[in-house]
Each structure stands twice: as structure tokens, then as C-alpha cells.
């Protein structure tokens, strides 16, 4: 059983950065792809950022210059950074993890999420 647990996420005010962490527990064989999403209170869930196990990366318009993500692979724990952060990055958010098991079977995990509150 592969499990994420998000951290990192607070109250912090316009302007300020924050650094959220996706930890990941159980038997991964290897990481595809790494992605952030967010829902904010009365919208859908949207992407955020996605990272692959080649490094490749992709943003959201709405953040892109601001918010970083990586992976440190040989913990296979995933990072956002988020710098600039404006009110509306408030928003839970939330880490998805695409792997393989050791018998090479693809799932797709997510975390509970992070609340995130830029004040203005």
C-alpha cells in the first residue's frame, strides 16, 4: 500500500513563499511522473505542476516563474516550491503520484492534500 502525505502548507501573506513536500511510503518501484494539483473552494481541481522521471516539467500558466517543482529521487519524495504567492494560490493542495510496483503494474496515488492561505 503506497501512501502520500503532503506537508508544508499555512497561512502566509502576499508576496511570501512557501515549500510544500509530498512524501510517499510503501513499495515503489519506480516513479513515472510527479504532478501538484489545487481546488480552491467552489472550483474543480486544476493542475498545478507535473514533473516526469526524465525531468521534464510543466506549469500552469498561472504559475509559471513562481512555483518550482522537483523530486528527490532516492527518496522518492516530491517538492513544490512556491515563491510570489498571491491570493489566489489559496487553495488545498494536492499530490498525485503515477508508478510502477515491483511486477511493473502502473498506479495512480493521491495525497489528502495541504491547505495553502495567501493573505493579501
Known amino acids: 500500500q503506497v501512501q502520500l502525505v503532503e506537508s508544508g502548507g499555512g497561512l502566509v501573506q502576499a508576496g511570501g513563499s512557501l515549500r510544500l513536500s509530498c512524501t510517499t511510503s510503501?513499495?515503489?518501484?519506480?516513479?513515472?511522473?510527479m504532478g501538484w494539483y489545487r481546488q480552491a473552494p467552489g472550483k474543480e481541481r486544476e493542475l498545478v505542476a507535473t514533473?516526469?522521471?526524465?525531468?521534464?516539467?510543466n506549469y500552469a500558466d498561472s504559475v509559471k516563474g513562481r512555483f518550482t517543482i522537483s523530486i528527490e529521487d532516492a527518496e522518492n519524495t516530491g517538492y513544490l516550491q512556491m515563491n510570489s504567492l498571491k491570493p489566489e494560490d489559496t487553495a488545498v493542495y494536492y499530490c498525485?503520484?503515477?508508478?510502477?510496483?515491483?511486477?511493473?503494474?502502473?498506479?495512480?496515488?493521491w495525497g489528502q492534500g495541504t491547505q495553502v492561505t495567501v493573505s493579501s
Open positions: 514533473i516526469t522521471n526524465g525531468g521534464r516539467t
Open positions: 510503501g513499495s515503489i518501484d519506480k516513479i513515472n511522473a
Open positions: 498525485n503520484l503515477n508508478w510502477n510496483s515491483d511486477y511493473e503494474v502502473t498506479f495512480n496515488s
